[in-house]
């Protein structure tokens, strides 16, 4: 599998994050303009070991569609992720078969040092 990184052009924080990048050969997927499809949210699922791991519960939609008051099952996140992109928390990265989710300061750091 290609090195890449699932990440939404008009978030502030992904550009941020992929400014700060080094030079890489990450293939690129805006969530947005390309939905993630059911195959490509298996393989995430696979390295990441659940859909709650991929789920951000900071997503707008997640508050206002009151979710974090509902138990949701692993199928219920699949279905969300599937969906609409907000969901995905972001970015992730597949580098080497190692999968990196979500913006923290520690996850980026380790990015930059195994891209450089």
Same mark, same amino acid.
């Given at each position: 599998?290609?090195?890449?990184?699932?990440?939404?052009?008009?978030? +502030?924080?992904?550009?941020?994050?992929?400014?700060?990048?080094?030079?890489?050969?990450?293939?690129? $997927? +805006?969530?947005?303009?390309?939905?993630?499809?059911?195959?490509? !949210?298996?393989? *995430? $699922?696979?390295?990441?070991?659940?859909?709650?791991? !991929?789920?951000?519960?900071?997503?707008? =939609?997640?508050?206002?569609? +009151? =979710?974090?008051?509902?138990? *949701?099952?692993?199928? +219920?996140?699949?279905?969300?992720? !599937?969906? $609409?992109?907000?969901? !995905?928390?972001?970015?992730?990265?597949?580098?080497?078969?190692?999968?990196?989710?979500?913006?923290?300061?520690?996850?980026?750091?380790?990015?930059?040092?195994?891209?450089?």
């Amino acid at each position: 599998m290609a090195n890449k990184i699932y990440y939404l052009a008009s978030c +502030d924080t992904c550009r941020k994050i992929i400014k700060s990048l080094p030079k890489n050969n990450l293939e690129y $997927h +805006d969530i947005r303009q390309e939905p993630i499809t059911e195959k490509e !949210l298996e393989v *995430l $699922h696979k390295l990441a070991g659940s859909y709650e791991a !991929l789920f951000s519960k900071k997503a707008q =939609l997640y508050k206002s569609m +009151d =979710l974090k008051n509902q138990s *949701l099952t692993e199928a +219920d996140y699949k279905k969300y992720l !599937l969906q $609409h992109y907000t969901f !995905l928390s972001r970015p992730v990265f597949i580098i080497d078969g190692i999968i990196y989710i979500g913006n923290n300061q520690k996850n980026i750091q380790e990015v930059i040092k195994v891209l450089s």
